[in-house]
């Protein structure tokens, strides 16, 4: 059974870093681009980073760009995202996700949730002010 599991989730005040790791128990990991993303209470999900396969490209939003560091070790199915300079809108539940296309991850909408092909069940980052 395909499972991601995120962790790395946490307490931290504004202008400190985090480091979310999500493990993934699939088969062929290597073959998923990878996103993260995060749904803030009373918003929609959003996509804050993704990652080809063989990591050569990278997407981030605009809101993230110059303080979150996507990457991935193939070789222990893992993804990591790199937080820093974390400011109090960043706070949100965040959520790995897998899938084959990445055209999938990358034009996601809430619309598209259900497309995705694996979601883990995410981690709470939250930043005080």
């Known amino acids: 059974q395909v499972q991601l599991v995120e962790s790395g989730g946490g307490l931290v005040q504004t202008g400190g870093s985090l480091r979310l790791s999500c493990a993934a128990s699939?088969?062929?990991?290597?073959?998923?681009?990878m996103g993260w993303f995060r749904q803030a209470p009373g918003k929609e999900r959003e996509l804050v980073s993704a990652i080809h396969w063989n990591g050569a490209n990278t997407h981030y939003a605009d809101s993230v760009k110059g303080r979150f560091t996507i990457s991935r070790d193939n070789a222990k199915n893992t993804v990591y995202l790199q937080m820093n300079n974390l400011k109090p809108e960043d706070t949100a539940v965040y959520y790995c996700a897998a899938d084959t296309i990445w055209r999938t991850i990358v034009t996601f909408t809430t619309m598209g949730m259900d497309g995705m092909d694996y979601w883990g069940k995410g981690t709470l980052v939250t930043v005080s002010s």
């Open positions: 699939i088969r062929s990991f290597s073959s998923y681009a």
